[in-house]
């Protein structure tokens, strides 16, 4: 079955878009000895609304999560009342839409916040945030990855199953999807951003001062 990699929603949307190019990672409360494992190097990119909030995203990027609420399938046909507000949970859809894979290009691990801040860049969250996921167990490092993003042909809408709900990264997915499509940045734009990415997380490069 295919292996999807869950995210929020805003994060697919701006990874498909070519607006973020990489996720940090601690891990889940159900991940395997309670830390994350990068067990694959290409997969689907699965939109959650788990713990997602406008205040938890740069305001510039706020308006992406309207449009991630807007491509989910509620049973009545739309987003449970109280969505959109500023720190509303919101529930899951019946049905969520792929439009994307990735293959890994790269694999750090930080423990420094100035690394967190400095890739600013290249994640649409808050920097506050970014930086929460570094503190959470602060005895693991934290898990920086490059992603390469590919947008498939033809967006496929999947069902919304029980097992793929909770903290937890990797999805088995119950419907066959293509690895196909065209990368979000040319090969040009991509060196250039793996190239100032790799400068700031590689334990081989000075952290910004």
Same mark, same amino acid.
Do not use: N
């Given at each position: 079955?295919? $292996?999807?990699?869950?995210?929020?929603? /805003?994060?697919?949307?701006?990874?498909?878009?070519?607006?973020?190019?990489?996720?940090?990672?601690?891990?889940? $409360?159900?991940?395997?000895?309670?830390?994350?494992?990068?067990?694959?190097?290409?997969?689907?990119?699965?939109?959650?609304?788990?713990?997602?909030?406008?205040?938890?995203?740069?305001?510039?990027?706020?308006?992406?999560?309207?449009?991630?609420?807007?491509?989910?399938?509620?049973?009545?046909?739309?987003?449970?009342?109280?969505?959109?507000?500023?720190?509303?949970? !919101?529930?899951?859809?019946?049905?969520?839409? !792929?439009?994307? +894979?990735?293959?890994?290009?790269?694999?750090?691990?930080?423990?420094?916040?100035?690394?967190?801040?400095?890739?600013?860049?290249?994640?649409? +969250?808050?920097?506050?945030?970014? &930086?929460?996921?570094?503190?959470?167990?602060?005895?693991?490092?934290?898990?920086? !990855?490059?992603?390469?993003?590919?947008? $498939?042909?033809?967006?496929?809408?999947?069902?919304?199953?029980? &097992?793929?709900?909770?903290?937890?990264?990797?999805?088995?997915?119950?419907?066959?999807?293509?690895?196909?499509?065209?990368? /979000?940045?040319?090969?040009?734009?991509?060196?250039?951003?793996?190239?100032? !990415?790799?400068? $700031?997380?590689?334990?081989?490069?000075?952290?910004?001062?």
């Amino acid at each position: 079955m295919p $292996i999807a990699f869950k995210e929020w929603a /805003v994060t697919v949307r701006a990874l498909a878009e070519g607006e973020q190019l990489l996720t940090l990672r601690k891990g889940g $409360i159900r991940e395997t000895e309670k830390h994350f494992a990068l067990e694959h190097d290409r997969f689907f990119l699965y939109p959650t609304f788990d713990h997602q909030r406008y205040d938890l995203v740069r305001e510039s990027h706020q308006p992406e999560l309207s449009r991630a609420l807007e491509e989910g399938v509620w049973a009545d046909g739309e987003p449970p009342a109280g969505a959109l507000t500023l720190d509303g949970d !919101i529930s899951q859809p019946d049905r969520v839409r !792929i439009r994307a +894979w990735a293959e890994v290009a790269a694999h750090f691990t930080v423990t420094d916040r100035r690394a967190v801040e400095a890739l600013s860049p290249y994640y649409v +969250w808050t920097t506050d945030y970014a &930086e929460k996921r570094l503190a959470w167990k602060r005895r693991h490092p934290l898990h920086v !990855i490059l992603l390469r993003a590919y947008r $498939i042909p033809r967006p496929v809408t999947v069902k919304v199953r029980e &097992e793929y709900g909770g903290c937890r990264s990797w999805l088995e997915l119950t419907r066959e999807l293509p690895f196909e499509g065209t990368p /979000v940045l040319s090969d040009e734009e991509f060196e250039r951003a793996y190239d100032e !990415i790799s400068a $700031i997380a590689s334990d081989r490069q000075p952290v910004f001062a």
